[in-house]
Nanobody, 123 residues
């Protein structure tokens, strides 16, 4: 069982930055692919970014490419999402997810989820 706890959300003006963190309880965190997803009110959960277990391969949704960066620190059992040049359409609850082995870009490919952290971008 893996527990994930997100932090770092908040209210920011358009053009601003936030860094989300996700702390994992897994003893073998380094063997898990990690992803970030988001869900806005009335919309389906969508892929944002993901990183393979070695942090060699990273993947981004087109809507965030060039603005968001995913990274991980396996020594700290933590994955990060640096979000720059935020836009009002980035407003959503952001979720961290984990799966052992192969990285995925769809929600059903992940086995473990955090409780989410709210990100609100004002115009």
């Amino acid at each position: 069982q893996v527990q994930l706890v997100e932090s770092g959300g908040g209210l920011v003006q358009a053009g601003g930055s936030l860094r989300l963190s996700c702390a994992a309880s897994a003893r073998t965190f380094g063997s898990y692919a990690m992803g970030w997803f988001r869900q806005a009110p009335g919309k389906e959960r969508e892929f944002v970014a993901a990183t393979s277990w070695k942090d060699i391969n990273t993947y981004y949704a087109d809507s965030v490419k060039g603005r968001f960066t995913i990274s991980r620190d396996n020594a700290k059992n933590t994955v990060y999402l640096q979000m720059n040049s935020l836009k009002p359409e980035d407003t959503a609850v952001y979720y961290c997810a984990a799966v052992q082995g192969r990285v995925g870009v769809r929600p059903h490919e992940y086995d473990y989820w955090g409780q989410g952290t709210q990100v609100t971008v004002s115009s």
